[in-house]
């Protein structure tokens, strides 16, 4: 006799708590009408469940925080960087690790350097299946073009295809072609991909994505921000019979560097890196890195949140771990099957991607579906969830305004954090706004900023 559960549990008990706080639906409307309908704006002690994001909000470990007691906070030669650039080596096999506040000090120094020596290329175009909205705009900032080539599953919200972050290998061969090293510096891979609802690429694809820039002579340079999340589902599809840590060293080797958010799978609250086994490169990043974050050995950072990223790092790629964490997204979409809600199929790594077009199907995309679902999410339930849509995407640079291709609201779920509970409960507050979506009315800007209007813009919006 061996007993079996089919139920994955949080693999880990609770040991320190913070309280999270019910206001009344009036309470809720007033936070609102005060953040002029712009959740960005919202005090989060107002907010109930947040999932805005997965970004620097997980739970750290009671190892993590005894190493944040043990930083050394030297200015030269501390031994938590010591730590920190072995665990990283040890992981990616690169030879330079460079420290930095967050990932987008990682794509400010790589893009910034790599405009110093493609000074006469306007502008150098780099790939990738997706960029984020931050490296695309550090990569303009220095004078590049950012070229997004997912693979055409993405744009099929409703199949159930594994890899739906895939690079357009068809795509990415003719733009190689076409323009080639002179007018390439470099050829990213984004894993999970966080533009694309949270979706992995496949181990043959990073590995083809590869071949592809060698054969072009292109250095490729992975955003690894949520590299184990698309470890796990290259091991639940593809790999089954490797360790999560195997995979990931497989796929680190498949490339020259990479940059990375710790604010991710590191389990960290802040921090970042850039790696790279480019040694021509290496004096100017580290030039950069001095004048804009720091010295070489902290970077942004403190010698304790170097120690606390390589405890994360050395967390994150637990198989127990990972299978919990995929669980999560997986057991939410199952739910809103049962409930016939519509979502970017399928569930993603870190978040659950809301299909506001289908939900507010009375709703032009004018009217803002995604906004107007997320602040209902607020109003009936206190769930902070995010517009991704025509509000964030909509207006372009000269001003005007088009229909974004989509219009989802993204649950991102932040890391060790929340209970199946809390996740049964979200899942009760999107039926209940489901159900009485007849009654949602359109969103309006009333005032908004030239850039990112999505953080600061300010709306009308009718609450029925
Ligand atoms: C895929 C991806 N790349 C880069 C970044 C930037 O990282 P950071 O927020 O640490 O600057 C993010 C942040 O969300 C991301 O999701």
Redesign the pocket.
Known sequence: MEFKSNIIIEPFRIKSVEPIKKLSKEDRALALRKAHFNLFKLSSDDVLIDLL?D?GTSAMSALQWGEIQKGDESYAGSSSFAVFEQTIRDLTGYKHIIPTH????A?KILFQTLSKRYSGITPGKIPNNSH?D??RANLEVAGFEGIDLPCEEFFNFESDFSFKGNMNLEKLEVLLKKFGADQIPIGML?MTN?SCGGQPVSYKNIEETSRLFKKYKIPFYL?A??FAENVAFIRKHELPDLTPTEIAKKIFRLADGC?F?A??DALANIG?FLATNDDDLVEDFTSLLILTEGFPTYGGLAGRDLLAIAQGLREILDEDYLEYRLAVTRYIGKKLDALKIPYLRPAGGHAIYLNAKRICDHLKWSEYPGQVLALSLYLEGGIRGCEIGSVMFGKKVDGSESAHPSELVRLAIPRRVYTQSHMDYCCEVIAYVAEHRAKLSAARIVKQPKQLRHFACEFTWPMN
């Open positions: 994001t970004s967050q990932g987008r000090a794509e984020f931050t490296t984004t966080n955003d921000c949520r940059t958010s604010k991710k970042g």
